[in-house]
Structures are given as C-alpha cells and as structure tokens.
C-alpha cells in the first residue's frame, strides 16, 4: 500500500437520516432521533446528518424533520445537516435553522428517469434554483452522486459519466460531492478508477465515499479509496438502513466498521469507539432488531 | 494499488471442514456434506478440505471423517484435504484414502498453553512424527499458523513471532503455510506488516491467507495482502462456521462475498459464482439457516 492513506478521515454520520428511512416499521419518535443524535455527538461524530425535508406522504420515517432539527441543542464543532430534494425543502429547513443542506444528483439516466421521472441534466437543473436560495441564506450544500458503481437499471456506469455529473454539481456550488455506490455492487478496482476520473475533475479534499455494503464490499472499496487519498466517508452506525433480510435494502456500512479499520491502521477520526457502539445499540435497542455491525457483535 | 495484485487465486474452500464444525447444533449426516462437496467441485472449487481426523469424543461434527473421505468420488485436478492433528489422526486419515493433510501451529505462546497444554515449540516438535509418516505416505501437508494477527489471551502478536512459527512449519516439510487470523482483530496495515514479516521468509506463492470476518474486516485486509502478490485465499461458502450471534464464533469469511470480490477486480479464480451461491445455498437449507454470505443474500 503506498503512503498517500490521510492521516486523518472525516466520517459522516448518516444513520439518522439515510439509516432510519431506510428501515422497516414504524415512524420512530422524535424523541428517540434526538437521543441517538446526542449519542452520536457524545461519540464524537463532528456531522450528523439528522433529517429530510421531504414529502411526510412519501417518507413518513421523516415526518418530523422540522421537530429534529429544532429539538437538536447544537455542540460547537458538530455540523447537522439536512436533506434537502427542492426548494420547499430547502425552505422547511431553513425556517427550521437548518445550517447545510444535501442535493441529490444521479450517475445514471435510467435510474434518474424511473426515480424521478425525468433526465440528470434536468435533475440538476432543478437543483439551480436551491442552490441559489442556499447560498443567499449562507448555508453550504453538500452534494451527492448516486449510482457511482453500477444501475440496477441499465448495469456499468462509465466513470467519465460519474465525473461529469459530480463535476457539474461542484461547478453548481456544492462544497463537497460525496460518490455513492447505492446497490453496493463496486469493487475495489471499480472503485479506485471511478475515483480517479472524478478526482480528475474535483479536489480530492473535497470528495466522499458514501459505498453500500450490500454485497459486502464496503470496507474493501473504502480501502482502495483511501489509499488514493480519499478522506471523507459516509457511513450509519449499527449499519441502520441495511436491513439484511430486506431486498434493495440500501445496505449502508456501520459506522462501527469503518471505525475499527480507520483505527487500527493509525487513522484518526476522533471518534470513540465504544461510545459508537453503545450509540448504536441504542437505537437498535429502540428498534427491537439486531445490530448489523460485526465490530458491535463482536464487542458487545 | 500497486501492479502486484495476481492474476489468478487459488481459493481453499474450508467449508466442510472448518465450517461445519464450528456450527453449533446436530451433526450434519454424511451423505449431506457429500453433497456438499460434490457441488462445490461442480462450482470449480479446486482445493476442498473435507474433514478432520480428530476424536468423535471432543469433535463429533468430523466424527464421519473417515466416511467422508471415503464416499468421495475424486474429479480430476481437486485436491481433498484432511484435518491430521496428530499421528492417531494421520493413520486414519492414510487408511482412508486422503492425498493431502493439514497441521496447525499458534503464533501465540498463551493460545497454545491455553489450548493444547503446551508450548509453541512443544507443539510444533510433536508435529515432526506427523511430517515424516506423510513423508514417507508421500501426503502433501500443508501448515496452519493461528492467531497472526492477535490472541484472545495475549492481544498483540509480533508479526516476527508469526514469522518464525510459520518458517519452522516451512522448513519441517509443509508445502504451504496459512496465516490464520483465528478471531478475526486484524485490519489492513496489520495484515501488510505480518505478510512483509512472514514473506522475508518463506516465498510469497507458499502462502495463504486464511482471515476471519468476525469484525468485519476480512474482505479489506484480504485486499491489503492480494496487493503484496499473495494468491491462495481461505474461505468458507456461504460463511459456515462464521455464526454471527454466538460468542467466540469463527467467523469465516464466506467464499461467495471473497470470489464476487477477485472477479469484479479481474483475477480468475476457476469459480462460477453462481453454482457456488447455490451449493452455500443448499448446506444452509440443510442446517435451516440464513447464509452468512451477502452476495449470496443479494444476489439469491
């Protein structure tokens, strides 16, 4: 391996947003999410992704986005944020106090049209006029790119494809482009040549990893990245989101993982462990299910 | 990643061996892992360790290891292996029939004491009758080491300790030693350090990996020693033995999630993944379980 691995990664918390719409069963109290995101903060999570602004007839699991992010007491240092699809969204969450938001951006036009109907390019025509109201509200936006990896629609996606589309989103605005294997099909070679033509066209400082563990092979593919510089990773403690017995679960990896990984190959993350683990058996606990981090298995 | 990756990997499907027993619940009948076996082979696994020849009294899972081995009908070019801890079992083993056998040393003084009564080099000295019968059987034997990367008892392994057991094993006559990582601790720049130590002194093609998933880290740290040239791989299908609600579980890592790995990043294997999928899935209709493999569970 050679020595471009960053001495230091940022991971983002994304279990309370993309974890807990992502499972099964009843709405989860507000309560609850804010116990959870106080426990992520303890842990020393510095972002927290906590809420969607979307339609509660759609998403009921986030039908309170506005409760969340009001009933959240912000630590210095931590960032909440808030997904975000069109302006109402947006403008729900800034009357919520909302400080950044997330754009959703699709690498592939068969997943973009049966998804939302319409092309990438007029997806993220749309994201124009958020990304206006955004930056006159002085609230950065973080933007993500789906499908990096693989379609379940139409198979390969080109990496030029990938860069393309992150790089229209940075040129649109958004501070950092995280890159999303959302079937969890990559492999670590796929993995490092779709981060080589994207970092072709955006720092890498200012690029993310948000892979899918559906097919296991999450932290093999973080691995690849991280060895070409990458240093931000998107992850769900206790793997919330990835139920395994589910089909098109969405499979995110545990925060735990990654954590154990980052950890012993002598990378910081300023994250405590245990605390991780003991956050995740929380809401696990809330959810009567099993944790889905192996770390949280095998310690707990 | 560098250029060293190889070109083809040879998979040891431990399965039916190290799988199966470490399974909790009733003994798996002959003529299923019979079955077992044969559609492994039908997958193109070409290296199957098919059982132990241990006492029934403290294993009764292996207790048809003669059975076994004898109801093989041997397909040209797979290689099936037997578990011979000591000369009892080698003599066994011959009388059946097997071609090649396998030994186990420790890394750690504390897991041999704890485990076997006796010292690293006690052990390893008991292991020379064994080594001159096969000899003169003209078996193969191929080496264990456990505990390379960590020991429940004593933490921390050096990877020069690991070194030195697996060159003693190499210069006793095994023609392959495989570096066990028994509870699974290890992560990717461990792995690279103790395969660095080890492969000083013993060629890298004599070595195998054979790294458990209790903590979610076999796939990275696989990728980590694939990177440094090694090319024969241990792993369980559909991830026998690798429970992962029983404490102190194996955790094998299964071998759908290792080959969906080596084939997406282009390195043969001889495996067709799909028959492989339907052999894990049938041992595990068997045992009235889910499988363990994530591949297995997406794709089946």
Request: glycine residues 10%.
């Amino acid at each position: 391996m050679s020595a471009k691995f960053p001495r230091r990664v940022k991971i983002v918390e994304v279990g309370a947003r993309d974890g807990l719409q992502n499972e099964p069963g009843d709405v989860v109290a507000t309560s609850i999410k804010l116990e959870l995101i106080r426990r992520l903060e303890q842990a020393g999570l510095s972002y927290i992704e906590a809420a969607s602004f979307v339609s509660p007839k759609w998403v009921p699991q986030m039908g309170d986005a506005a409760e969340v992010i009001g009933g959240i007491e912000p630590k210095p240092g931590v960032t909440y944020a808030a997904l975000t699809p069109n302006l109402k969204g947006l403008e729900g969450a800034l009357e919520a106090g909302v400080k950044e938001v997330a754009i959703f951006g699709a690498a592939s036009e068969s997943f973009s049209q049966k998804n939302i109907n319409c092309s990438v390019a007029e997806s993220l025509n749309r994201f124009e006029a958020v990304m206006e109201r955004a930056k006159a509200a002085d609230v950065r936006v973080r933007g993500y790119v789906s499908t990096v990896m693989g379609c379940p629609y139409e198979g390969e996606i080109a990496p030029q494809k990938v860069a393309e589309v992150a790089d229209i989103m940075y040129q649109m605005g958004c501070y950092e482009i995280s890159l999303g294997d959302t079937i969890g099909v990559g492999t670590p070679l796929k993995a490092k040549r779709m981060l080589e033509a994207v970092s072709g066209k955006i720092p890498m400082p200012q690029l993310a990893a948000h892979f899918h563990d559906t097919y296991g092979q999450a932290l093999p593919n973080l691995l690849a990245v991280l060895e070409e510089g990458l240093a931000v990773v998107d992850s769900s403690v206790a793997g919330l989101g990835g139920c395994p017995y589910a089909k098109g679960a969405s499979g995110n990896v545990a925060t735990e993982d990654v954590v154990y990984m980052l950890h012993g190959m002598e990378i910081e993350t300023g994250i405590d462990l245990p605390k991780l683990i003991s956050a995740g058996n929380y809401i696990m606990d809330q959810l009567g299910r099993e944790t889905r981090s192996k770390v949280a298995r095998a310690l707990g």
